[in-house]
T-cell receptor, first 112, second 114 residues
Framework: EPEVTQTPSHQVTQMGQEVILRCVPI?????FYWYRQILGQKVEFLVS????????KSEIFDDQFSVERPDGSNFTLKIRSTKLEDSAMYFC??????????FGSGTRLTVV | AQSVTQLDSQVPVFEEAPVELRCNYS??????LFWYVQYPNQGLQLLLK??????LVESINGFEAEFNKSQTSFHLRKPSVHISDTAEYFC????????????FGTGTRLKVLA
């Protein structure tokens, strides 16, 4: 069964540093998403990406965040200057609506 | 805007007993409904979905959920649980158009006891 692949599985970074979280969505999927889950809390929407542009973003997705699909296969989330409160599990997902998403296994980001 | 409420944060149940995990949603427009399962240290896996048609949907591992429009509910049930069903279960809704972003509930931790 096709999978969404996320790398790295765990990243530790110093506050103020830039991080890039990488995702390889399923090849024939059209919609791409990033969600995050702070430990013990609900899964929150960050951004959706369709037709090579952001189609919707949440209030969380401020100027520190950006997404790219640089080469037609990878889908990246960049956090420019990490804060302690950015520590969370970040999930990438892709879909062909209306079918449900396929999620990656996540990247655990720890900001110290 | 949509919202999802999962009233039970934790549900302990003995092995082979039935279980119901409750999900209620709020939306002024038509929605799709989903249940996802998250095993420890893993991602979210699609368990089942309601898009249209029959209001009762089933998964391959014995779970079922029923869409009730009048009660705006999509409760998840299993007649006999196994230890391996221990996990966190998330209910989600999306609009039927636009970006199809999910709004998740806060999750229910199902703990199956021997």
């Amino acid at each position: 069964e096709p999978e969404v692949t996320q790398t790295p599985s765990h990243q530790v970074t110093q506050m103020g540093q830039e991080v890039i979280l990488r995702c390889v969505p399923i090849s024939n999927h059209l919609y791409f998403y990033w969600y995050r889950q702070i430990l013990g809390q609900k899964v929150e929407f960050l951004v959706s990406f369709y037709n090579n542009e952001i189609s919707e973003k949440s209030e969380i997705f401020d100027d520190q965040f950006s997404v790219e699909r640089p080469d037609g296969s990878n889908f990246t989330l960049k956090i420019r200057s990490t804060k302690l409160e950015d520590s969370a599990m970040y999930f990438c997902a892709s879909s062909v609506p209306p079918d449900g998403y396929t999620f990656g296994s996540g990247t655990r980001l720890t900001v110290v | 805007a949509q919202s999802v409420t999962q009233l039970d944060s934790q549900v302990p149940v003995f092995e082979e007993a039935p279980v119901e995990l409750r999900c209620n949603y709020s939306s002024s427009v038509s929605v799709y409904l989903f249940w996802y399962v998250q095993y420890p240290n893993q991602g979210l896996q699609l368990l089942l979905k309601y898009l249209s048609g029959s209001t009762l949907v089933e998964s391959i591992n014995g779970f079922e959920a029923e869409f009730n429009k009048s009660q705006t509910s999509f409760h998840l049930r299993k007649p006999s649980v196994h230890i391996s069903d221990t996990a966190e279960y998330f209910c989600a809704v999306s609009r039927t158009s636009g970006t199809y972003k999910y709004i998740f509930g806060t999750g229910t931790r199902l703990k199956v006891l021997a």
